[in-house]
């Protein structure tokens, strides 16, 4: 094959995936990641032998004949992770402070209406409408299905709007929040979350969800390996400074050394406005630009990684999600003096142990303008620096303040605590990548689709967008992205049929 050179900037789940497909249909793929581990948001640390996920904690759509196990199986993987398959009657737990019950989401449509009904049993044609809506939705969207079809299937869904949506469905306010009471999954927005990205994350979580056994890094690894068995290569702490152009594409990339490299295609595994920032071409023109460089993204989050007592917190098979009102809405629009107003707890799945958790991980939204004293500031571990007794100050006086909202559920969870460790938009910022520590990379909104509706091609003729800010985050939602950058090069007809075609012999 000729012109058959790809150089990937960045490892995160869209990097690799792209760059593992590509390597599977013979391109010769280099990989550069400016971090000692690779994977992104897939990355794992370890503190006192205890495994944290920086950003995977579940997954959706992993049961065999799903669209993600489908992709995965494709890419020689899926029998290689480790998996538990989340509680059936209730993967997802949410509950409001002035109400003691728990209200649970349950895996499969039927079970997940009948759970329902348990606690709403005057809501079943509003909950059969839901489902009928999140079906249709997801129905409109030709790669979710693993098929092809073309823009205009889902272009007139785009506008609608999952609260309107939920205020259409019924005058029951709490079911109206209880479907919208997992949010902090995609940093929800009353006025801006469009209904599609609801119901893609949902649905794929209804179908089957599962957690990674001792954390997300094992898929970086496996699609690394996976790339590397191919013939590639992935060069870690090695940053890219510059892409440089010449004419219609790029020319070459500059590594944080100097050094110059060259490929016949580049895919930039950057925030599309990090991508533009460092491209240096007059063929990426102002107002391209400036679309790229205002894009607004989504709130960054404060995560406290808890190293747990051991035989003194039960393993929960679930996720925990709390509402300091009645409004699943209102977290991410928090007062400082009231936060945190909402959290998601996600207990760790360990090969170690099962009556009992070794670690859990609670997360709620944090602004970046918190971060303003120390925005100037970086520290990984690559390049250690310290920000001051007053950030330290700062991260124990907030990891406190949520420890003690936690207790209004859990009580005495404080005295489970061996340590703990937080992270702040400033970490996601200084491992991720995103300028603003967002947690989720850019916003959409239901008002104006397109703004934020992302190609995965550029002005460039061999430069190409991959990850979390093309057409939906999270797992599922960039390994579609990832499969839609390969598709400029190997085209979708034939890569769908790869996908949907594989056995086990092909892998």
């Not at 759509?61 to 480790?82: H, S, T």
């Not at 949010?183 to 927005?189: I, M, P, T």
């Not at 016949?264 to 460089?293: C, E, F, K, W």
């Not at 960039?478 to 400029?488: D, H, L, N, P």
Request: aromatic share 10%; charged share 20%; proline share 2%.
């Amino acid at each position: 094959m000729h012109n058959n050179e790809v150089i990937v900037i960045g490892s995160g789940l869209g990097g690799l995936v792209t760059g593992a497909i590509l390597s599977m249909n013979g391109y010769r793929v280099r990989v550069y990641e400016k971090n000692r581990q690779i994977g992104g948001c897939l990355q794992t640390y370890s503190r006192e032998k205890v495994i944290f996920d920086s950003g995977v904690h579940y997954i959706g759509g992993l049961a065999p004949g799903e669209n993600l196990y489908q992709v995965f199986k494709y890419l020689g993987i899926i029998d290689k992770l480790k998996l538990k398959r989340m509680d059936m009657d209730g993967f997802d737990h949410i509950s409001f402070s002035d109400d003691s019950k728990v209200y649970r989401l349950a895996q499969g449509e039927q079970h997940f209406i009948n759970t329902l009904l348990a606690d709403f049993p005057e809501e079943k044609v509003a909950l059969e409408e839901y489902f009928r809506m999140v079906k249709k939705i997801c129905g409109k969207f030709p790669l979710y299905n693993l098929r092809l079809g073309n823009y205009e299937e889902k272009q007139e869904v785009l506008q609608y709007n999952t609260a309107e949506f939920l205020r259409s469905l019924t005058s029951n306010e709490r079911l109206q929040h209880v479907l919208a009471g997992n949010n902090l999954l995609y940093a929800g927005v009353a006025e801006k979350t469009p209904l599609y990205v609801h119901a893609l994350v949902l649905n794929s979580y209804m179908q089957s969800s599962w957690k990674c056994v001792d954390g997300g890094s094992q898929i970086a690894k496996w699609l690394g390996r996976r790339i590397t068995e191919n013939g590639g290569e992935i060069i870690r702490n090695t940053g890219v400074r510059a892409i440089v152009g010449a004419g219609q594409e790029v020319d070459y990339i500059e590594l944080q050394d100097g050094k110059r490299v060259k490929a016949d295609h580049y895919v930039s595994n950057l925030h599309p406005a990090q991508t533009t920032a460092i491209t240096h071409s007059d063929v990426l023109r102002g107002a391209y630009r400036t679309r790229m460089q205002t894009l607004e993204n989504s709130i960054g989050a404060f995560v406290l990684n808890v190293v747990l007592k051991p035989g003194t917190f039960s393993y929960l098979n679930y996720n925990y999600y709390y509402h300091a009102t009645d409004n699943a809405w209102a977290g991410v629009e928090y007062h400082t003096d009231s936060w945190p107003e909402t959290y998601a707890m996600y207990v760790a799945a360990s090969s170690q142990h099962e009556q009992y958790a070794d670690s859990l991980s609670i997360m709620t939204y944090m602004r970046f303008e918190e971060m303003e004293p120390w925005k100037d500031t970086f520290n990984t571990v690559l390049q250690p620096d310290t920000r001051g007794e007053a950030y330290e100050a700062f991260k124990r006086e907030k990891a406190e303040q949520l420890i003690a909202c936690v207790e209004k559920r859990f009580p005495n969870f404080r005295s489970c605590i061996q340590s703990y460790y937080v992270a702040t938009p400033l970490s996601y910022r200084d491992y991720i990548g995103t300028g603003d520590g967002s947690m989720y990379g850019v916003m959409k909104d239901s008002a104006n689709p397109l703004r934020t509706m992302i190609s995965a091609r550029t002005k460039l003729s061999n430069l190409y967008l991959t990850g979390q800010n093309l057409n939906l985050h999270g797992i599922l939602g960039v390994t579609m992205s990832s499969v839609i950058t390969a598709s400029e090069l190997l085209g979708m007809e034939h890569l769908v049929t790869a996908i949907n075609n594989v056995s086990a012999t092909d892998i």
